[in-house]
Protein backbone atom coordinates (compact mmCIF):
# COMPACT_ATOMS: atom_id res chain seq x y z
CA UNK A 1 0.00 0.00 0.00
CA UNK A 2 1.51 3.43 -0.95
CA UNK A 3 2.54 5.46 1.93
CA UNK A 4 0.03 8.26 2.50
CA UNK A 5 1.08 11.78 3.60
CA UNK A 6 -0.52 12.62 7.56
CA UNK A 7 1.87 16.23 7.04
CA UNK A 8 0.59 19.31 5.15
CA UNK A 9 3.02 20.18 2.19
CA UNK A 10 5.29 23.26 3.18
CA UNK A 11 6.33 25.05 0.24
CA UNK A 12 7.97 27.77 2.54
CA UNK A 13 9.05 27.69 5.77
CA UNK A 14 8.21 31.43 8.18
CA UNK A 15 10.38 30.90 11.72
CA UNK A 16 9.67 34.20 13.26
CA UNK A 17 11.86 33.34 16.09
CA UNK A 18 14.95 33.09 14.55
CA UNK A 19 16.46 35.14 12.00
CA UNK A 20 16.66 34.10 8.52
CA UNK A 21 19.79 33.80 6.71
CA UNK A 22 18.57 32.78 3.31
CA UNK A 23 16.20 30.68 0.85
CA UNK A 24 17.55 28.65 -1.42
CA UNK A 25 16.15 26.89 -3.81
CA UNK A 26 14.55 24.05 -1.10
CA UNK A 27 16.04 25.15 2.04
CA UNK A 28 16.02 27.90 4.34
CA UNK A 29 18.87 28.49 7.01
CA UNK A 30 17.87 30.39 9.67
CA UNK A 31 20.79 31.19 12.78
CA UNK A 32 20.43 29.20 16.15
CA UNK A 33 22.97 32.06 17.84
CA UNK A 34 26.51 32.27 16.40
CA UNK A 35 27.70 29.26 15.78
CA UNK A 36 24.65 26.94 14.56
CA UNK A 37 21.93 27.40 12.29
CA UNK A 38 18.60 25.86 11.39
CA UNK A 39 18.08 24.16 8.13
CA UNK A 40 14.70 23.63 6.95
CA UNK A 41 14.28 21.36 3.73
CA UNK A 42 10.70 22.52 2.31
CA UNK A 43 8.59 20.52 -0.49
CA UNK A 44 9.70 22.98 -3.35
CA UNK A 45 11.46 21.82 -6.25
CA UNK A 46 12.93 23.02 -9.37
CA UNK A 47 13.54 22.38 -12.37
CA UNK A 48 16.02 23.14 -15.22
CA UNK A 49 17.09 26.07 -12.30
CA UNK A 50 13.53 27.22 -12.31
CA UNK A 51 11.76 27.07 -9.04
CA UNK A 52 8.24 25.32 -9.51
CA UNK A 53 4.89 26.52 -7.48
CA UNK A 54 3.76 23.59 -6.53
CA UNK A 55 4.87 21.51 -3.74
CA UNK A 56 5.71 17.83 -4.09
CA UNK A 57 3.95 16.17 -1.11
CA UNK A 58 6.59 14.70 1.77
CA UNK A 59 9.37 15.30 -0.99
CA UNK A 60 11.23 17.53 2.29
CA UNK A 61 10.77 14.81 4.59
CA UNK A 62 12.23 12.25 2.47
CA UNK A 63 15.27 14.71 1.60
CA UNK A 64 15.73 14.81 5.10
CA UNK A 65 15.49 11.74 6.48
CA UNK A 66 17.88 10.54 3.33
CA UNK A 67 20.49 13.07 4.31
CA UNK A 68 19.92 11.78 7.75
CA UNK A 69 20.74 8.18 7.29
CA UNK A 70 24.30 9.00 4.93
CA UNK A 71 25.65 11.41 7.29
CA UNK A 72 25.28 8.55 10.45
CA UNK A 73 26.74 5.71 7.53
CA UNK A 74 29.62 8.19 6.40
CA UNK A 75 30.74 9.73 9.79
CA UNK A 76 33.91 7.36 10.07
CA UNK A 77 35.05 8.90 6.60
CA UNK A 78 34.88 12.77 7.41
CA UNK A 79 32.99 14.61 10.48
CA UNK A 80 30.11 15.95 9.19
CA UNK A 81 28.10 19.36 9.92
CA UNK A 82 25.30 17.63 12.73
CA UNK A 83 25.15 18.60 16.48
CA UNK A 84 22.63 15.91 17.53
CA UNK A 85 20.07 18.94 18.78
CA UNK A 86 16.55 18.60 18.07
CA UNK A 87 15.09 21.26 15.61
CA UNK A 88 12.20 21.12 18.05
CA UNK A 89 13.97 22.61 20.77
CA UNK A 90 15.33 25.79 18.80
CA UNK A 91 12.05 27.44 17.64
CA UNK A 92 8.50 28.75 18.95
CA UNK A 93 6.16 26.08 20.42
CA UNK A 94 3.78 27.12 17.66
CA UNK A 95 6.29 26.77 15.05
CA UNK A 96 7.25 23.11 15.92
CA UNK A 97 4.96 21.62 13.13
CA UNK A 98 6.91 23.47 10.36
CA UNK A 99 10.59 21.61 11.22
CA UNK A 100 9.34 18.38 12.63
CA UNK A 101 10.63 15.74 10.64
CA UNK A 102 12.59 17.91 7.77
CA UNK A 103 15.43 20.26 9.40
CA UNK A 104 18.53 19.32 11.30
CA UNK A 105 20.27 21.81 13.37
CA UNK A 106 24.03 22.15 12.07
CA UNK A 107 27.14 23.39 12.77
CA UNK A 108 27.95 27.24 10.98
CA UNK A 109 30.88 26.46 8.73
CA UNK A 110 32.63 28.49 6.07
CA UNK A 111 31.47 26.39 2.99
CA UNK A 112 33.76 25.83 -0.11
CA UNK A 113 32.30 27.36 -2.73
CA UNK A 114 33.56 24.58 -5.10
CA UNK A 115 30.68 21.13 -5.31
CA UNK A 116 32.47 18.21 -5.33
CA UNK A 117 30.94 16.17 -7.67
CA UNK A 118 32.17 11.91 -8.28
CA UNK A 119 31.15 10.27 -11.42
CA UNK A 120 30.29 6.63 -11.51
CA UNK A 121 28.46 6.52 -15.20
CA UNK A 122 28.57 8.76 -18.01
CA UNK A 123 25.37 10.53 -18.19
CA UNK A 124 24.16 14.39 -17.92
CA UNK A 125 26.48 17.11 -18.56
CA UNK A 126 29.36 14.66 -18.17
CA UNK A 127 28.08 12.52 -21.61
CA UNK A 128 27.81 16.02 -22.87
CA UNK A 129 31.41 16.92 -22.43
CA UNK A 130 32.34 13.35 -23.42
CA UNK A 131 30.44 13.58 -26.44
CA UNK A 132 32.66 17.08 -27.30
CA UNK A 133 36.02 16.41 -26.20
CA UNK A 134 36.76 12.79 -25.08
CA UNK A 135 36.80 14.43 -21.25
CA UNK A 136 35.13 15.35 -18.25
CA UNK A 137 36.09 18.15 -16.60
CA UNK A 138 39.59 18.12 -18.13
CA UNK A 139 39.87 13.92 -17.22
CA UNK A 140 40.37 12.08 -20.64
CA UNK A 141 38.31 9.08 -20.97
CA UNK A 142 38.90 6.09 -23.27
CA UNK A 143 37.40 6.21 -26.90
CA UNK A 144 34.00 4.51 -27.64
CA UNK A 145 32.17 4.72 -24.65
CA UNK A 146 28.48 4.90 -24.82
CA UNK A 147 25.61 6.70 -22.95
CA UNK A 148 25.43 5.85 -19.41
CA UNK A 149 28.17 3.86 -19.36
CA UNK A 150 29.92 2.38 -16.36
CA UNK A 151 33.32 4.11 -16.02
CA UNK A 152 36.28 1.62 -15.10
CA UNK A 153 36.47 3.98 -11.98
CA UNK A 154 35.09 6.73 -10.18
CA UNK A 155 35.83 9.88 -11.21
CA UNK A 156 36.41 13.63 -9.44
CA UNK A 157 34.66 16.50 -11.40
CA UNK A 158 34.56 19.22 -9.75
CA UNK A 159 32.13 22.23 -10.37
CA UNK A 160 31.66 25.92 -9.36
CA UNK A 161 28.70 26.77 -7.36
CA UNK A 162 26.53 29.40 -9.54
CA UNK A 163 24.02 31.95 -8.08
CA UNK A 164 20.08 30.65 -7.93
CA UNK A 165 18.89 30.42 -11.27
CA UNK A 166 22.00 30.05 -12.84
CA UNK A 167 23.82 26.15 -13.55
CA UNK A 168 26.81 25.64 -12.30
CA UNK A 169 30.02 25.41 -14.08
CA UNK A 170 32.14 22.30 -14.47
CA UNK A 171 35.88 23.21 -14.26
CA UNK A 172 38.93 20.97 -14.29
CA UNK A 173 40.62 20.02 -10.57
CA UNK A 174 43.70 21.82 -11.47
CA UNK A 175 40.84 25.35 -11.54
CA UNK A 176 39.69 24.03 -8.54
CA UNK A 177 43.35 23.26 -6.82
CA UNK A 178 43.91 27.21 -7.92
CA UNK A 179 40.55 28.61 -6.55
CA UNK A 180 40.82 26.77 -3.13
CA UNK A 181 44.55 25.65 -3.01
CA UNK A 182 45.96 22.41 -4.00
CA UNK A 183 45.82 20.44 -0.18
CA UNK A 184 42.49 21.14 0.37
CA UNK A 185 41.44 20.43 -3.27
CA UNK A 186 43.63 17.20 -3.30
CA UNK A 187 41.83 15.98 0.55
CA UNK A 188 38.13 17.08 -0.98
CA UNK A 189 39.09 15.17 -3.80
CA UNK A 190 40.34 11.90 -2.49
CA UNK A 191 37.27 12.16 1.05
CA UNK A 192 34.62 12.35 -2.16
CA UNK A 193 35.66 9.39 -3.68
CA UNK A 194 36.02 7.34 -0.74
CA UNK A 195 32.13 8.48 0.06
CA UNK A 196 30.87 7.62 -3.03
CA UNK A 197 32.36 4.23 -3.11
CA UNK A 198 31.33 3.15 0.36
CA UNK A 199 28.23 4.87 -0.70
CA UNK A 200 27.60 3.37 -4.05
CA UNK A 201 28.70 -0.24 -2.25
CA UNK A 202 25.43 0.01 0.13
CA UNK A 203 23.40 1.18 -2.68
CA UNK A 204 23.92 -1.63 -5.34
CA UNK A 205 23.06 -4.10 -2.36
CA UNK A 206 20.01 -2.52 -2.28
CA UNK A 207 19.49 -2.29 -6.22
CA UNK A 208 19.73 1.17 -7.30
CA UNK A 209 22.85 2.46 -8.68
CA UNK A 210 24.34 5.86 -7.65
CA UNK A 211 25.39 7.34 -11.39
CA UNK A 212 26.44 10.35 -10.04
CA UNK A 213 26.80 12.70 -6.42
CA UNK A 214 27.91 16.11 -5.70
CA UNK A 215 29.24 16.54 -1.88
CA UNK A 216 29.58 20.40 -0.49
CA UNK A 217 31.82 20.79 2.03
CA UNK A 218 32.73 23.71 5.09
CA UNK A 219 35.33 24.09 7.50
CA UNK A 220 35.31 24.98 11.10
CA UNK A 221 36.94 27.84 13.22
CA UNK A 222 40.26 25.11 13.04
CA UNK A 223 40.11 24.12 9.51
CA UNK A 224 38.42 20.98 9.33
CA UNK A 225 37.03 19.67 6.58
CA UNK A 226 33.69 18.65 7.10
CA UNK A 227 30.82 17.05 4.81
CA UNK A 228 27.66 19.84 5.02
CA UNK A 229 24.21 20.70 3.11
CA UNK A 230 22.92 17.38 2.21
CA UNK A 231 24.24 14.34 1.11
CA UNK A 232 22.98 11.47 -1.62
CA UNK A 233 19.30 12.52 -1.58
CA UNK A 234 17.41 11.93 -4.45
CA UNK A 235 18.21 16.09 -5.53
CA UNK A 236 21.98 15.80 -5.06
CA UNK A 237 22.49 12.30 -6.81
CA UNK A 238 21.39 10.74 -9.75
CA UNK A 239 19.57 7.38 -8.74
CA UNK A 240 19.26 4.35 -11.25
CA UNK A 241 17.04 0.99 -10.39
CA UNK A 242 19.71 -1.70 -11.03
CA UNK A 243 16.80 -3.61 -13.04
CA UNK A 244 16.10 -1.14 -15.64
CA UNK A 245 19.86 -0.12 -15.93
CA UNK A 246 20.91 -0.48 -19.65
CA UNK A 247 23.95 1.34 -21.86
CA UNK A 248 22.96 3.58 -24.64
CA UNK A 249 19.96 4.91 -22.51
CA UNK A 250 19.54 7.74 -19.77
CA UNK A 251 17.69 5.17 -17.18
CA UNK A 252 14.88 6.24 -15.41
CA UNK A 253 15.69 7.75 -11.95
CA UNK A 254 14.38 8.26 -8.32
CA UNK A 255 14.06 12.50 -8.75
CA UNK A 256 12.22 14.71 -10.33
CA UNK A 257 12.17 12.72 -14.12
CA UNK A 258 8.33 13.41 -14.62
CA UNK A 259 8.52 16.79 -13.57
CA UNK A 260 11.07 17.37 -16.37
CA UNK A 261 9.75 15.04 -19.04
CA UNK A 262 5.96 17.37 -18.21
CA UNK A 263 7.91 20.59 -18.88
CA UNK A 264 9.81 19.27 -22.26
CA UNK A 265 6.15 18.98 -23.66
CA UNK A 266 4.92 22.33 -22.61
CA UNK A 267 4.73 24.66 -25.72
CA UNK A 268 6.03 27.72 -25.69
CA UNK A 269 7.79 27.78 -22.12
CA UNK A 270 11.60 28.75 -22.60
CA UNK A 271 12.44 27.08 -19.37
CA UNK A 272 12.33 30.73 -17.55
CA UNK A 273 10.49 31.72 -14.67
CA UNK A 274 7.55 31.83 -14.46
CA UNK A 275 7.00 27.80 -14.45
CA UNK A 276 4.07 26.38 -15.97
CA UNK A 277 1.65 24.89 -13.73
CA UNK A 278 1.95 20.85 -12.99
CA UNK A 279 -0.84 18.72 -13.57
CA UNK A 280 -2.14 16.63 -9.78
CA UNK A 281 -0.67 13.45 -11.86
CA UNK A 282 2.84 14.08 -12.22
CA UNK A 283 3.16 16.00 -9.08
CA UNK A 284 1.73 12.61 -7.26
CA UNK A 285 4.29 10.61 -9.01
CA UNK A 286 6.80 12.63 -8.52
CA UNK A 287 6.23 12.24 -4.78
CA UNK A 288 5.54 8.66 -4.69
CA UNK A 289 9.06 8.13 -6.80
CA UNK A 290 11.18 10.23 -3.66
CA UNK A 291 9.33 8.31 -1.53
CA UNK A 292 10.53 4.92 -3.11
CA UNK A 293 13.82 6.04 -3.12
CA UNK A 294 13.94 6.60 0.83
CA UNK A 295 12.26 2.89 1.03
CA UNK A 296 14.55 1.06 -1.14
CA UNK A 297 17.35 2.89 -0.23
CA UNK A 298 17.42 2.99 4.00
CA UNK A 299 14.30 0.63 4.70
CA UNK A 300 12.37 3.34 5.83
CA UNK A 301 9.05 4.85 5.43
CA UNK A 302 7.80 8.18 6.57
CA UNK A 303 5.05 6.29 9.01
CA UNK A 304 8.71 5.26 10.79
CA UNK A 305 10.63 7.39 13.59
CA UNK A 306 13.40 7.55 11.23
CA UNK A 307 16.49 9.34 12.31
CA UNK A 308 16.94 11.77 14.47
Not at 1 to 28: A, F, N, Q
Not at 30 to 48: K, M, N, P, Q
Not at 93 to 114: F, N
Request: with cysteine; proline share 8%; net charge negative.
Amino acid sequence: MPPVTSHPPLYRSDIRSLPLLGRGKVRENYAVGDDRLLIVTSDRLSAFDVILNEPIPDKGRVLNRMALFWFDRLADIVPNHLTGVAPESVVAPDEVAQVADRSMVVKRLRPILVEAVVRGYLIGSGWKDYEASGAVCGVPLPAGLRMAEKLAAPIFTPAAKAEIGHHDENITFDTMAARIGAPLAEQIRDVSLRLYQRASEYAAGRGILIADTKFEFGLDDAGRLHLMDEVLTADSSRFWPADSYRVGISPPSFDKQFVRDYLETVDGWNKTPPAPPLPADVIARTADKYREALRRLTGQTLDDGGAR
